[in-house]
């Protein structure tokens, strides 16, 4: 067995192990349920709103459809978010706090690459955060289906973009934290993804008021950090036409092209190799 996939393994173990995964786990699954609950009523109401009102059965199936997709696509939106937070919570302490500490020294002694270590961490947290987004975003369109019978469209495109967004942050969060401690290191993402945020929300106000100033500054904030694109790309995938037409955090009405995804992923493999080359230089 190569030495990327043991720290992989012992990575996965202790991260399970952490006090951090357990309350992300717990919070996780409350959070699914109080979806459940809250979109039970919602659903019911809706379906009883649109038989009494609307002028025909087709025309209360579309709003009914309509209606559920949009509350899906915000159950799916905090989900996203929640796994953005576990990628950065669980890579910030990883190399600082081990260099920190000391214990990387019983790692990073032995015959070892100091690359094998990087990468073995990150192919550990990948597998964690695949678990993760599979548990929040599965439970949330596996509960809409159970009580709707909606599936969105694209949906395993969807999901992986929003998996895909995980793994930059956490990328980004490995990389800071080989070169930075590890309250610095949640400092610099979070303000980061914040900034993601606030540019994605330019661009599509931009869009709607049709101000190109605007969009290229949400462009321009995508290129420093492509979190948000991978989310509105993801959004514009699952949602359906008519939800789409209302600009909002949870649907896109500025659709990031393929070669906005395509560069995330370029950004993405360049993040890692800058974070293996950091921590082969950092003075343990």
């Not at 012992?10 to 357990?22: D, G, H, K, P, Y």
């Not at 994605?200 to 979190?227: C, Y």
């Not at 995804?261 to 343990?284: C, E, N, S, T």
């Amino acid at each position: 067995m190569s030495a990327i996939s043991i720290i992989a393994r012992l990575t996965f173990r202790e991260a399970i192990r952490r006090r951090l995964m357990l309350a992300g786990l717990v919070l996780g699954i409350a959070f699914v349920i109080l979806y459940s609950i809250g979109t039970h009523f919602i659903f019911g109401q809706i379906a009883a709103d649109t038989a009494a009102n609307m002028p025909s059965q087709m025309a209360a199936n579309i709003m009914k459809a309509e209606s559920t997709n949009a509350f899906m696509m915000m159950g799916l939106y905090a989900a996203t978010f929640l796994s953005v937070a576990m990628a950065a919570l669980l890579g910030a302490d990883t190399l600082a706090g081990e260099i920190n500490s000391g214990t990387i020294q019983t790692i990073a002694t032995k015959p070892i690459r100091r690359a094998d270590i990087v990468l073995g961490k990150w192919l550990g947290f990948i597998e964690l955060l695949g678990l993760y987004v599979l548990l929040l975003c599965g439970g949330i369109v596996l509960s809409t289906f159970i009580q709707s019978g909606h599936i969105p469209q694209n949906l395993l495109i969807g999901l992986g973009l929003i998996y895909m967004e995980s793994i930059l942050i956490m990328t980004i969060t490995l990389m800071l934290s080989s070169a930075f401690p590890a309250l610095a290191t949640g400092g610099i993402v979070f303000g980061l993804y914040g900034l993601a945020f606030i540019g994605g929300w330019v661009e599509q106000f931009g869009a709607i008021l049709q101000n190109d100033t605007a969009i290229k500054v949400g462009i321009t904030t995508s290129l420093i950090i492509p979190s948000e694109s991978l989310w509105r790309r993801a959004a514009f995938e699952m949602q359906t036409p008519l939800t789409g037409t209302f600009g909002s955090p949870f649907t896109t009405t500025s659709v990031p092209s393929l070669l906005m995804i395509g560069y995330a992923f370029v950004y993405l493999i360049v993040i890692l190799v800058i974070a293996v080359r950091i921590f082969q230089k950092r003075d343990l």
